[in-house]
């Protein structure tokens, strides 16, 4: 439920800003939870500006807003540079209930810097970017690495839209509390497909494919449908 709109912008090359709101209800055995994103990109002339806000609502046992996370990012790059300077911020926190007793964490903060290379076709029908980061996780790693790639496809006449991300990176996991390394690597997938209605409105949904994401030790497959309103 994020980046999507942000390849697609830099490929497009656009001056004005584009925002998005995106709700989607999760099929996941463990969630069956409504999640909204809201996504803002702006190109500039020395680059873009992308960021997104996921909240979760009614899980672990919370009323409410349960998980919230953003993650904003900064490309530098102008039309001599090939390939552009990535740069962004992850942090967040979330709740869950024992009880009648709400208790909260927090999502480690992370900074990540590194390469960014873009690829698109001369119509703009498809694209797809490659990323090569370093990544720094408060509180666990002050050197690790993540690698990413996001892609687009428009097809059916520009009515529908086959995107997505996929990151691996480096994280310890201890899932036992037992004061041992369970996990050593987290990927996170999220290909949407989405139907355009017309400009503004879209319906779909994404599947998530993880493997030691958010807690969770192993592989898991969750998917979504969705709405999504395009201001």
Same mark, same amino acid.
């Given at each position: ?52 806000? &996921? ?86 790693? &002050? ?7 996001? /892609? ?16 691996? /990176? ?7 509390? &037992? ?14 497909? /989405? ?24 592989? /898991? ?11």
């Amino acid at each position: 439920m994020r980046k999507v709109i942000l390849l697609f912008f830099i490929m497009c090359s656009l001056t004005s800003t584009s925002q998005n709101l995106q709700l989607h209800y999760d099929l996941g055995s463990d969630r069956k939870y409504f999640t909204s994103t809201i996504e803002m990109f702006k190109p500039d002339k020395l680059g873009s500006t992308f960021f997104f806000i &996921d909240m979760d609502y009614g899980s672990n046992g919370v009323k409410g807003v349960s998980m919230a996370y953003w993650e904003i990012a900064r490309v530098f790059k102008t039309e001599k540079m090939p390939i552009g300077i990535h740069a962004e911020f992850d942090g967040g926190f979330g709740a869950y209930n024992t009880g009648d007793i709400n208790h909260a964490y927090e999502i480690n903060n992370a900074g990540l810097l590194g390469i960014d290379y873009s690829l698109t076709a001369s119509d703009f029908s498809k694209g797809i970017s490659f990323k090569v980061l370093y990544k720094y996780i408060s509180g666990k790693h &002050d050197a690790s690495y993540q690698f990413a790639t996001v /892609w687009f496809y428009h097809f059916w006449k520009q009515r529908m839209t086959f995107s997505g991300f996929a990151d691996f /990176w480096r994280e310890d996991f201890d899932f036992n509390f &037992d004061g041992n390394v369970d996990a050593e690597y987290v990927f996170l997938a999220e290909p949407q497909l /989405w139907y355009h209605i017309n400009d503004h409105f879209s319906f779909g949904g994404e599947v998530e494919f993880s493997n030691n994401f958010g807690g969770h030790y192993g592989h /898991w497959v969750r998917p979504t449908v969705a709405l999504k309103w395009t201001f």
